[in-house]
């Protein structure tokens, strides 16, 4: 082979394994804006197919056991998702990953997560925020879709979520602002 020839395959190579790469960061940025899907419409069957079925879910809380298996998790969730009918209320959510951790069949990610609720219009009552951090372990299987198989939560200060950086290639919700920003908007309409 000649030099250039040579040259030529491996920049060929380095540009499809970035393609690659940039593939991968894609399907796992999906996963926020599916469960961001989730609570909005308040439907843990919309991540279902997120979860593998031996995942785990380290919920906050000193007290509270851990969650194993997917359909005990989306459980989980769905109890969740009641309350907040039973207000008549609704939920907006965001994430914001600060770091990746990629290999060719795991990942793991961490970040913040803001939680926004809103309260039926007739209680009067303030829209409320809570945030927390996260981490959680991504395998792809055999069908090449990537699925949680760790979940972890735990509670942060909302400044946390809004101070974090944005990163190339990696999830960065931006719908939000911050409260006392909102608040400011919705009273001057």
Not at 21 to 40: C, K, M, S
Not at 65 to 86: E, W
């Amino acid at each position: 082979m000649t030099f250039f020839f040579r040259i030529s395959l491996l920049l060929t190579s380095l540009v499809l394994s970035q393609l690659a790469w940039a593939d991968e960061h894609q399907a796992l940025n999906r996963h926020y804006q599916q469960f961001i899907t989730a609570f909005t419409q308040l439907d843990a069957q919309l991540i279902d197919k997120l979860y593998a079925d031996n995942a785990c879910y380290l919920p906050e809380g000193e007290n509270e056991k851990i969650i194993l298996g997917k359909s005990d998790i989306l459980a989980l969730h769905q109890q969740f998702f009641h309350r907040i009918k039973q207000k008549n209320a609704h939920i907006d959510m965001d994430f914001r990953v600060v770091e990746r951790q990629l290999g060719t069949d795991k990942a793991t990610d961490v970040g913040y997560f803001l939680v926004r609720f809103h309260p039926a219009a007739e209680t009067g009552e303030a829209i409320s925020e809570f945030a927390g951090k996260f981490v959680t372990v991504l395998e792809k299987h055999a069908d090449k879709q990537w699925y949680l198989t760790v979940d972890s939560s735990h509670k942060a200060e909302p400044n946390l979520f809004f101070s974090a950086k944005q990163h190339d290639k990696l999830y960065y919700g931006d719908k939000f602002t911050p409260l006392s920003d909102y608040a400011n908007h919705e009273s001057s309409r």
